[in-house]
């Protein structure tokens, strides 16, 4: 199993540029989540999903959207991207059979200049 | 609104001491409590995870107890090495399934393990 898998591992943007963050996961959880780790701020959730087709706001969602057409895919879009939005991304998995223990992939490192 | 506090953010120890990293959380309603170990550039690994009905954890050097009553949590890592340096994050859920069981984590714990 590969885990939790994110593309792209590095990208730079200009203000007002989009981009789509890709997580994808090979464990068949049900639940998935995008976070973002600012130095100072820690780790704060941006949008969850709790199975295909579902999503909703976490504790930062302005200015991102996601979906989840597809239960093992979680996309994170940025569609007009702000030098606020430079941060590192995390996806994380999880689901009920692992008592909702939490596996993230190696992250994003986002630039926005 | 649950807070989760680590204290100290930092922590340098000589090699082969013990290491003690706590944390504590405003809401004692935890359904559990998970602590990641995170590398320099790296992502969150789990080393951990404790549910609310346990009082302890245990893998290989590591060890973890829970006081959920205090809001407490405490990561013991045995006969420390220069490769347990890291930054290490502990989280807690609520475990209200319509909210995702989201993970509210603390700040972190940078440690230093000295050769």
């Known amino acids: 199993n590969a885990g939790v898998t994110q593309t792209p591992k590095f990208r730079v943007l200009k203000t007002g540029q989009s981009m789509t963050l890709l997580c994808a996961q090979d464990?068949?959880?049900?639940?998935m989540y995008w976070y973002r780790q600012d130095p100072g701020m820690g780790l704060r959730l941006i949008h969850y999903?709790?199975?295909?087709?579902?999503?909703a706001k976490g504790e930062v969602p302005d200015g991102y959207n996601v979906s989840r057409l597809k239960k093992q895919n979680f996309l994170l879009g940025l569609e007009s991207a702000a030098p606020s939005q430079t941060s590192v991304y995390f996806c994380?998995?999880?689901?009920?059979?692992?008592?909702?223990?939490?596996?993230f992939g190696p992250g994003t490192r986002l630039t926005v200049t | 609104k649950q807070e989760v506090t680590q204290i100290p953010a930092a922590l340098s120890v000589p090699e082969g001491e013990n290491l003690v990293l706590n944390c504590s959380f405003t809401?004692?309603?935890?359904?559990?409590l998970q602590w990641f170990r995170q590398d320099p550039g790296k992502g969150l690994t789990s080393l951990l995870l404790?549910?609310?009905?346990?009082r302890e954890q245990t893998s290989g050097r590591l060890n973890a107890s829970l006081d959920k009553s205090s809001g407490r949590s405490t990561l013991y890592i045995a006969a420390s090495q220069p490769g347990d340096s890291a930054t290490y994050l502990c989280?807690?859920?609520?475990?209200?399934?319509?909210?995702?069981?989201?993970?509210?984590f603390g700040g972190g714990t940078r440690v230093l393990v000295k050769p």
């Open positions: 994380a998995s999880s689901y009920l059979k692992s008592r909702y223990e939490q596996y």
């Open positions: 464990m068949n959880h049900e639940y």
């Open positions: 999903s709790v199975g295909e087709g579902t999503t």
């Open positions: 809401d004692s309603a935890i359904y559990n």
């Open positions: 404790i549910q609310s009905s346990q």
């Open positions: 989280a807690v859920t609520l475990g209200v399934k319509a909210a995702g069981n989201k993970l509210t």
